[in-house]
């Protein structure tokens, strides 16, 4: 089992920056892979970036170049920094974890952008 929690979210305008955070309740060396999908009301969850286990990233086409997923292991901590925010980036943001063959969800965290 891992818990996780999200924080970091808020209102933002268009053309501004964000980070999110995304803290494990246990090692994260110990999971596959973690990472982010975000959500606008109505709509389906969709993929926006992961971070293996082994520092492999991967990013959808909407927010490859603006943002940046990492880690911190000491602090058992992925974050998302988020560049150049545009408002079709406006969803509620879920940190992800895998671990075995069991994959685990954060609470969300809203990111608004204004235009």
């Known amino acids: 089992q891992v818990q996780l929690v999200e924080s970091g979210g808020g209102l933002v305008q268009a053309g501004g920056s964000l980070r999110l955070s995304c803290a494990a309740s246990?090692?994260?060396?110990?999971?596959?892979?973690m990472g982010w999908y975000r959500q606008v009301p109505g709509k389906q969850r969709e993929f926006a970036a992961t971070?293996?286990?082994?520092?492999?990233?991967n990013y959808a086409d909407s927010v490859k170049g603006r943002f940046t997923i990492s880690r911190d292991n000491a602090k058992n901590t992925v974050y998302l920094q988020m560049n150049s925010l545009k408002p079709e980036d406006t969803a509620v943001y879920y940190c992800?974890?895998?671990?075995?063959?069991?994959?685990?969800w954060g609470q969300g965290t809203e990111v608004t952008v204004s235009s």
């Open positions: 992800y974890a895998g671990l075995d063959l069991q994959i685990f």
């Open positions: 971070i293996t286990r082994g520092g492999t990233t």
């Open positions: 246990r090692s994260i060396f110990s999971l596959n892979f």
